[in-house]
């Protein structure tokens, strides 16, 4: 009798502490977390509690698309704030 595993959720997160906050509750109940931090620094908050961890800029769409897509990734949270001048800084 194989034991099935249970799926995992991608974290799409900006800054602030409600990714952080999410990140280690989920994983203190055992949920299975990629997480996917919009700078190297979101990134390197998360990886503690996360499975597998990514630094992924936000302009990059079909990168974060691709990576959950290539994690076999079904359900998605975006969490944290995304400063105004990253996007404006994107569409110049």
Known sequence: M?????SRIGLIA????IPIYFARKASKKGVRLVSIGFTDDIQSQLAPFAEKSYS????????????LKDENIEKVLILGK????VIFRLQM
């Open 56 to 67: 992924i800029g936000i302009g990059k769409t079909s990168k974060i698309f691709n990576t």
């Open 14 to 17: 900006g800054a602030g502490e």
């Open 2 to 6: 194989s034991k099935i595993q249970p």
């Open 82 to 85: 995304v400063d105004k001048s």
